[in-house]
């Protein structure tokens, strides 16, 4: 069973070295300009509402994926930085396997007056086994520090 | 197999660096699409998506990605991609969907977000070699075209001013052009030979810019195509083919993968004389003497010969062969897949007589289109008719 074998010296067959060289500037798109410009100034998010279905998208989108209709301007609302975790994990390795100092809690909230969820970090009280069903409320950087990336939503803590 | 109409067509703007993700472009070309078509999403059976490297966009497996924008969500779906060749082998792709009878109704979208790639795509285009025996010289696509366009003018002593000349007509059929990149009313043979020297013998102005954009195409079958239109315009061929990647043991004065991608396509299409049967053709165009190779490639003149007609004006927009009327991807702007809009739709619009100010005159009844990628490997082709 070759698989069973060990790996060999990697550098003992003739190679070259090389790299595949990969930088973007990913735009934020037209609906994304708008959230993101938003968050930069407020602690609340902007939401779409899909004029057909009545779906409320956050963070809002151009264009309703069911109905195929673009979400006209005054079908854009302010709602509040705020939902309910719906589901969640605690990580204690990252993506290499190595251990978290601090174990991180993610999950994804149901932002209220939507019919969307954002994936968030979660920040509680106290310790819980279980999260589900708690209201939670987004922390953003200072407002001088802020970029307009989803970085400027820190974390969501836990209200109440 | 059965016959299968076009539609509808869609086309967001092409420009280097626009703020729509390509979920939103794809979105916006196949909105357009449908308005064409006269058809609501819930009428679509199936999805393809045509998108070149994931290097680009700079997402990887970006089909996924932008689905929703396509119209896809809950519904067969694939995305499609051989490079360059990309642009008309996706319609090739959403064609035989309904050719073979698996689906009554099908849209093709095609999205290339090249703005992405920072500071430029060439970075991209540095991986495509072979890593152990082409890559450790950082050759670059402009090094390699130049060379095979060094052999093609000197296997037929061609002169650098009649190549230029496909950039002044193209970039002047461009001016027609809603979504047009690089239009240029005004533009000269002397503008491009006075261009800067990018590697010898290729100006910049010899060069389509790299661009953001997308574009769509509905099919449906013959038959459904009757509830929308009395005058079907019908896919009659197509055609796809590759050479060796061992490019250093090829002559490049010649496209031959191109010449069996048409054969495939003019023997589907019933065609046996292209030069007689053939009113205009589509040639990919990312630079001015791939126009020319490839209209000798598409077996549309003798070799050597098409920048002759060029010269002659044979490939003007009222000539006897208008030759990208679009205006092509060097004056429309070249997002990979997404010049499917030139290179399909287009024929489309022609035959439809829907392409305004670029329409050709005398009433056209066959078109040709095709793509052309990888290193110097793919060829593409669809030839187009009205029903
Ligand atoms: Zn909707």
Not at chain 1, 37 to 50: G, Q, R, V
Not at chain 2, 57 to 75: F, R, S
Not at chain 2, 133 to 162: G, H, S
Not at chain 2, 203 to 227: F, H, M, Q, V
Request: hydrophobic letters at 40%; a negative charge; one cysteine or more.
């Amino acid at each position: 069973m070759t698989y069973l074998e060990k790996q060999s010296n990697p550098l003992d067959p003739v190679h070259f070295r090389g790299n595949l060289q990969a930088d973007y500037l990913y735009t934020s798109g037209a609906a994304g300009d708008k959230f993101f410009k938003h968050i930069m100034e407020n602690d609340s998010f902007l939401a779409s509402e899909c004029e057909e279905c009545g779906t409320v998208f956050c963070p809002p989108r151009l264009y309703c994926e069911d109905c195929f209709v673009e979400i006209p301007d005054e079908k854009w609302k302010e709602v509040p930085a705020k939902g309910t975790v719906r589901l969640f994990t605690t990580a204690m390795l990252n993506t290499f396997g190595e251990p978290l100092e601090v174990p991180k809690i993610i999950g994804l909230i149901d932002i209220e007056g939507t019919d969307s969820s954002m994936l968030g970090i979660l920040k509680t009280k106290d310790q819980k086994q279980d999260l589900t069903g708690i209201t939670v409320e987004a922390v953003f950087r200072p407002t001088q520090e802020r970029e307009g990336t989803l970085k400027d939503i820190l974390y969501f803590n836990e209200s109440g | 197999m059965r016959n299968v109409s076009v539609i509808g067509g869609g086309m967001s703007l092409f420009r280097r660096r626009l703020k729509e993700t390509g979920k939103e472009l794809s979105f916006l070309a196949s909105k357009m699409a449908m308005e064409e078509a006269g058809v609501q999403r819930s009428d679509i059976d199936m999805v393809v998506m045509g998108s070149a490297p994931d290097a680009f966009d700079g997402i990887h497996m970006k089909g996924e990605n932008l689905l929703d924008g396509a119209g896809g969500k809950d519904k067969p779906y694939v995305r499609v991609f051989n490079g360059g060749g990309t642009g008309v082998f996706a319609p090739i792709a959403g064609w035989w969907h309904v050719a073979s009878g698996v689906a009554d109704m099908v849209m093709v979208v095609c999205e290339e977000k090249m703005g992405s790639c920072n500071p430029h795509p060439q970075t991209a285009f540095r991986n495509i070699w072979d890593p152990i025996l082409d890559r450790p010289l950082n050759p670059n696509l402009v090094w390699l075209f130049a060379m095979e366009m060094n052999r093609y003018m000197t296997r037929y002593d061609i002169k650098k001013e009649d190549i230029a000349r496909v950039a002044v007509k193209n970039k002047r059929n461009a001016v027609g052009h809603p979504c047009a990149q690089l239009p240029d009313a005004n533009i000269t043979v002397e503008d491009v030979l006075n261009s800067e020297m990018m590697a010898w013998p290729v100006n910049r102005l010899d060069i389509s810019p790299p661009s953001d954009g997308a574009s769509a195409l509905i099919y449906c079958s013959e038959e459904k195509a009757k509830e929308f239109t009395d005058d079907p315009i019908n896919v009659a061929g197509v055609g796809w083919n590759i050479d060796s990647s061992m490019w250093t043991n090829r002559d490049l004065y010649f496209p031959d993968y191109v010449a069996n991608a048409a054969k495939m396509a003019y023997k589907m299409a019933g065609i046996n004389d292209p030069r007689k049967e053939i009113d205009f053709a589509e040639p990919y165009d990312p630079f001015t003497y791939k126009e020319l190779h490839h209209l000798e490639g598409l077996l549309l003149c003798d070799k050597g010969e098409a920048p002759i007609l060029t010269r002659e004006g044979v490939t003007e927009r009222d000539g006897d062969l208008p030759v990208c009327p679009s205006g092509g991807l060097l004056g429309v702007g070249n997002p990979i897949a997404a010049t499917m809009g030139q290179k399909v739709c287009e024929l489309y619009w022609q035959l439809a007589g829907k392409a305004g100010k670029r329409q050709i005159p005398g009433d056209p009844q066959v078109g040709v289109g095709q793509a052309w990628g990888d290193i110097m490997q793919m060829g593409t082709v669809l030839v187009m008719r009205r029903g």
